[in-house]
């Protein structure tokens, strides 16, 4: 299933720590606290360094994004960008963060390519990306593009932040950046609105954006009830996109995983978790600050529990199913419904 010799990318969440407070980020719970379970650390360099990259001849793109913090707060990122000296690296960060000379010497690397999340213009930004400054990332996008930087922007839609589309196109395009990528949030999984709070004291609200078919409206479920019923009703059969694509995840606590979404449910008491636990027995075996990544991909939650859990033995996990089966996943919904087509001219 998987192997050392035929990984092609690895996603790295370099860091949990985080400058911003993006309402529908996992790090936070429902009232706007960090999740009291999360190991707030960063990936320790000492860990990347023992991977053995001469065993993976593959091994061609590197990915520092994260579930749980941006990967800008790790102080040993410079170093860690080296490493990968082979490899094509993506990062995705708020950019939000480090001086504009900084910014400049990251444009010297030229196996680097950067997604600033910038999700509005001006203050609209803000109301999603909270603590951020608008004003600074795009300082910290001119210095990097202008001093030959590959870059590009990533644009959540909702429904504040809608109308600034064409805006966002035409500024993208000034600005140098390679393009926008305008996508959709996954998170509006009961309701149509997203209630902000900062430590328990409610803020705003977000809304989905006008035109957006969330998969619960798709299912043809009510309103402020979890799809899972109608999607376990008509699932098809899983297919692994991330093992398709011969990818894995690699926490900042160092445990390894089959995906980022799989990561993304290590927090919190939520039955996701409880589940995935049944599935890999122990997590302290599939990580790398215990284990080599060699040993890890020859366990047997990866050479047989996970594999099974995608063919219905004992169970298939939520998650999987919700991503990843082939007839009513979130992956599916992405082939029927291509936020890039949307009209911005």
Known sequence: MYSLETLSAIDFELSSHCNSKCPQCPRYDTQGYVQKDLN???LDFFN???????????LKEVSFC??????LMNPHLDQIIDFFAKQNITISTNASLRDEQWWINLAKKNNVEVTFCIDGIGDTHELYRRNTSYNKIIKNAKAFINSGGK?????????HNEHQIKEANRLSAELGFKKIKFMYSDRFDTDNTWKVYDNGK?????EKASNQVTLREHLGEVEGKKYWNKLYQGKGKISCVWRDKKRLYIHSDGGVYPCCMLANITVGNQLEKILLKKIVHDFEKINIKNHSLEQILLSEAFLKNIPKSFRNDPF??????????????????SDIQKVNQIDIQ
Do not use: V
């Open 316 to 333: 298939q996990h939520p998650i999987c199913i919700e991503y990843c089966n082939q007839t009513n996943g979130l992956y599916k919904m």
């Open 66 to 71: 994260g579930n749980f913090g941006d990967p």
């Open 48 to 58: 990347i360094k023992s991977l053995p990259l001469s065993k993976m001849p593959n």
């Open 40 to 42: 707030i650390t960063h």
């Open 202 to 206: 409610y803020q705003y609200k977000i």
């Open 151 to 159: 870059a590009i922007w990533q644009y959540i839609i909702f429904r």
